[in-house]
């Protein structure tokens, strides 16, 4: 099988944000899709993994924006997977303009998770064999972001369109969370230039997360998410989101 996968995408309405700009969030609504087509023809789809009760999960993403596509636009998008490490499967993406120009690229690192337990499954008990590309220019494997304390807060609670096919926060969702904490005149003079998100725990419907968050100076965003009502205080998801 070509270790490539590439799909093109139409920049349409529902693809963009109030400026006619791509949203961020759709970023990695292409990463899941093109990763998910990909997997299928490398018979690993989401109902091959169930059959064995698994599925694929997300840990953390990493994003480089060169531009934002604009309304009208139809971009190109290849994707591949990386060699495959002692606890995930980073998988590669890049997006280019009709020009032939590069638009973002991300890196994504995959794992698999038990469907009953819940708990990770590492590659080399997993019996799941992805052949790694290396094609030069990929980004490095993203880096956990440490918790800081954060001035502005505020609840949220996961409802039914948050939610994906595992019965969880899908992660496009944080995405979106998130750039719902800054209003539309930010956005207006704004665009992210790199994210880094981290997907730490599980977040269910109906769970209330407590978003933490502060736009610091170089126009740098932190956030982080935890779940309100676990003893734990396990963290969601925490982000950092650099914008031009």
Not at 108 to 115: A, G
Not at 161 to 166: F, Q, S
Not at 171 to 178: F, G
Not at 227 to 243: C, K, M, N, S
Request: proline content about 5%; some cysteine.
């Amino acid at each position: 099988m070509e270790p490539i996968f590439q799909k093109n995408f139409e920049i349409t309405d529902s693809c963009v944000d109030c400026f006619g700009r791509l949203r961020p969030s759709m970023i990695l609504i292409y990463a899941q899709e093109v990763a998910g087509k990909h997997c299928e023809l490398l018979d690993l789809s989401y109902e091959k993994l169930a059959s064995h009760r698994l599925f694929w999960a997300v840990t953390r993403h990493k994003v480089q924006i060169t531009r934002l596509p604009t309304l009208g636009e139809t971009i190109r998008v290849e994707t591949w997977p990386m060699p495959t490490t002692r606890v995930a499967y980073p998988r590669s993406m890049v997006a280019y303009d009709e020009k032939g120009n590069e638009c973002f690229r991300s890196i994504s690192l995959w794992v698999l998770m038990d469907l009953d337990t819940r708990n990770m499954i590492l590659p080399g008990k997993s019996g799941i064999i992805v052949s790694g590309t290396l094609r030069g220019g990929e980004l490095p494997s993203p880096t956990g972001l440490i918790a800081r304390p954060l001035a502005s807060h505020m609840v949220r609670r996961v409802g039914y369109t948050d939610l994906d096919r595992n019965g969880h926060m899908n992660n496009t969702r944080c995405l979106e969370w998130i750039d719902d904490l800054l209003p539309s005149a930010f956005h207006r003079n704004h665009w992210a230039k790199e994210i880094t998100v981290c997907y730490l725990s599980e977040a269910k419907e109906m769970q209330d997360l407590e978003l933490r968050w502060e736009l610091q100076e170089g126009s740098v965003l932190q956030v982080d998410s935890r779940r309100l009502g676990d003893e734990q205080d396990h963290r969601v998801f925490t982000a950092r989101i650099l914008y031009e």
